[in-house]
């Protein structure tokens, strides 16, 4: 009996959903860094085994509203995708304490009436005495279908939470042929690549107001692809820090996400960034839907 469906990946901001769904495909399809917003679309994955395939859906983190109507987007994104789901992977960190925002995550998932697979990810950094009383607390919190801890950075445990997913995924068929990997284009995973680059190598010096458009994807040869991108802040003061002291950190992003962009491509990678400034982009819907970020597409 082949089984078939979608795994939805839900938690609070930097608990590893990113992570854990690159490491479960084999693949980096989904940027990382340990600021909140990372991840800004819904985004699909794709396993298949000789038992099923599972569409995993890895999602912004579930917020608190923001204030802005980029904020509002993300909310909107990871409430909509749970309607998709057959099954809802909640990733938590490896910790008894369990807050506000947990329980309000925990009443939202109940309320979809959803099969939910508690995975506590981290656990590598935990003493091992101590997961006992951390399954113990979540188990309180709401009816599980099963919790598994796991290391989604050190790909611990995750055949384990596989066959979870594929016992309650429904008997159907293969949804995509079992060399598809992902939904999003090439030119997409360029523009997240940037991103992360950006984020990682920005640290706290810039809030989460940029975003990056890929201006033009050109393969010049079967061994060159020509890329340029923009980086969009809201500020002046912003570029120039994108830009750093005689284009220092434009280089340091340049040069890291080129690397990455090689490795996925399988080609040379000419990458040129530019910085633009769009004050307030993210109240803008139009800005929005020229950034990628469009309602219409949940």
Not at 173 to 180: A, F, G, I, R, T
Not at 200 to 226: Q, Y
Request: proline share 2%; charged share 30%.
């Amino acid at each position: 009996m082949f089984k078939s469906g979608y795994a939805v990946i839900v938690g609070r901001p930097n608990v590893g959903k990113s992570t854990l769904m690159n490491h479960l495909i084999g693949q980096k399809i989904a940027i990382t860094s340990r600021r909140a917003q990372t991840t800004r679309n819904r985004i699909e994955t794709v396993l298949t085994t000789d038992e099923g395939q599972i569409i995993f859906l890895d999602t912004p983190g579930m917020l608190r509203k923001t204030g802005n109507k980029l904020g509002e987007y993300l909310m909107d994104v990871s409430v909509g995708t749970l309607k998709d789901a057959d099954v809802v992977l909640w990733l938590v960190e490896p910790s008894d304490y369990i807050g506000a925002g947990d329980r309000q995550i925990a009443e939202r998932l109940i309320s979809t009436g959803k099969p939910v697979i508690l995975v506590v990810n981290k656990t590598d950094t935990v003493d091992k005495s101590k997961i006992a009383g951390i399954i113990t607390a979540w188990s309180k919190v709401m009816d599980f279908s099963d919790i598994v801890c796991v290391s989604a950075l050190r790909s611990v445990n995750l055949d384990e939470l596989i066959r979870e997913i594929l016992e309650l995924l429904p008997e159907g068929p293969k949804y995509y042929d079992e060399e598809v990997v992902t939904d999003q284009t090439m030119r997409q995973i360029a523009s997240e690549i940037i991103r992360e680059k950006a984020l990682r190598a920005l640290n706290e010096e810039v809030p989460h107001g940029i975003a990056v458009v890929i201006d033009s994807f050109k393969e010049r040869s079967e061994t060159l692809t020509a890329i340029e991108a923009s980086i969009i802040c809201e500020r002046a003061g912003h570029k120039a820090i994108v830009i750093g002291k005689g284009g220092a950190m434009l280089k340091k992003i340049g040069t890291e996400a080129r690397r990455d962009i090689e490795e996925m491509l399988g080609t040379k990678v000419f990458l040129q960034l530019f910085v633009k400034v769009r004050k307030n982009w993210r109240d803008s819907e139009n800005d929005l839907k020229n950034f990628g970020y469009d309602r219409k597409k949940l």
